[in-house]
């Protein structure tokens, strides 16, 4: 592929929706991790998909790692 190609490529990806680009992101690194198993690879997309709507709508809390590391260290200690 040219490298002008390769340039517009990058912008149209760069111009999708954070979901849309979490997508080609699965895609393009499935890819290259040669044929998996269809069930399997679906099964992900679908979680991968749930998970990105439940933060996008606002349904589901986010923690920092650095707290959760923390949080886990005092319940082991």
């Known amino acids: 592929m040219p490298r002008r190609e390769l340039s517009v490529l990058r912008e149209d990806a760069l111009a999708l929706s954070e979901a849309e680009r979490a997508i080609l992101a699965h895609d393009l690194v ?7 198993e269809q069930d399997v690879s679906d099964a992900w997309d679908r979680e991968i998909i749930r998970r990105i709507n439940e933060i996008d ?20 200690s």
């Open 57 to 76: 709508s606002g349904n589901t809390t986010l923690f920092d790692a650095s707290e959760v590391i923390s949080d886990i260290r005092k319940r082991i």
């Open 30 to 36: 499935a890819s290259l991790d040669g044929p998996a």
